[in-house]
């Protein structure tokens, strides 16, 4: 039996349809990825629901209950679907919402199964990771590809050599659809060590990423001017004191060969925004 409902929807009605996919939780520092693909799934028409009682672990990952006036009014469940978006005439099919706890095998097949009844001709998957990089600087975005000659936007493909991390959900249903020979890609932006909360720099960049390597004009939303507000409160919160503008300074300057480490430079800048809470240096807080 499968995980997901699918909707009424007609593969032939679909325009090239890329299915562009984003889980909260693991690798996706800052909320920036799911926040991309929960902003380009906004109002779109649903296309396939999947099966939140089979998928995630309620005691982990619990339902927001809405109390209202003594009384129980709303119960929120994680949620997982696909929703249509339609950009410069061709289709976007956005896999989105928690990342799920149970049956990842099966939940890739079933991916799989649509893409291949939908027509999917390409999967892209969007990503963030806590990296030392400097909020003064453009956002770094690392690219994977599963074939050589996929990458249309110029960046660069890494990280070269092995890497070896505990792997996310959605890395392991990528990993079902490019077995199957569907071309997928994936775009990863690297959010500074020292934001605790949305980063929304990082989510333009995805968009402007996916945007170039799909060859349409994809919407920006209010991140650009999210993500002024926040360098600004930043700015702010760093002027302020001068041990955390030398560290900046040294990631801005040095190369990445003598920088030091990600969690020292976390637990300087840290350590600094903690006692400084009204300086607003959270960016989004």
Not at 56 to 83: K, M, N, Q, T
Not at 89 to 110: C, I, M, N, S, Y
Not at 217 to 226: K, Q, T, V
Request: hydrophobic share 45%.
């Amino acid at each position: 039996m499968s995980l997901y409902r699918r909707e009424s929807i007609a593969p032939e009605d679909l325009v090239a349809p890329v299915m562009l996919a984003a889980f909260d939780g693991w690798v996706d520092a800052a909320g920036a990825a799911s926040a991309v693909a929960e902003h380009l799934a906004r109002g779109g028409e649903p296309v396939a629901r999947f099966e939140a009682d089979a998928l995630f672990d309620f005691r982990s990952r619990r339902p927001v209950l809405d109390i209202v006036d003594g009384s129980l009014a709303r119960l929120e469940w994680p949620e997982l679907a696909i929703h249509r978006a339609r950009v410069d005439g061709r289709d976007l099919l956005v896999l989105h919402g928690a990342e799920p706890d149970f049956r990842w095998r099966e939940l890739g097949q079933d991916v799989l199964e649509l893409c291949l009844q939908l027509g999917v001709v390409e999967w892209v998957s969007l990503g963030a990771i806590p990296a030392a990089v400097p909020h003064t600087r453009p956002v770094p975005v690392m690219a994977t590809a599963s074939e050589e000659g996929l990458l249309r936007t110029g960046g660069p493909k890494g990280p070269p050599g092995l890497l070896r991390v505990p792997s996310a959900c959605l890395s392991a249903v990528e990993f079902a659809v490019a077995g199957a020979g569907v071309p997928c890609a994936g775009f990863y932006a690297q959010v500074p060590h020292y934001v605790g909360g949305p980063y929304a720099a990082a989510s333009v960049a995805l968009i402007e990423h996916v945007g170039r390597h799909l060859g349409v004009e994809l919407p920006l939303g209010s991140f650009p001017e999210d993500a002024a507000a926040q360098r600004a409160r930043l700015d702010a919160a760093v002027e302020a004191d001068e041990e955390v503008r030398e560290i900046l300074r040294r990631l801005e300057s040095v190369s990445e060969t003598d920088l030091p480490s990600g969690d020292e430079l976390a637990a300087e800048i840290e350590r600094f925004l903690r006692e400084r809470p009204n300086d607003g240096g959270r960016a989004g807080g």
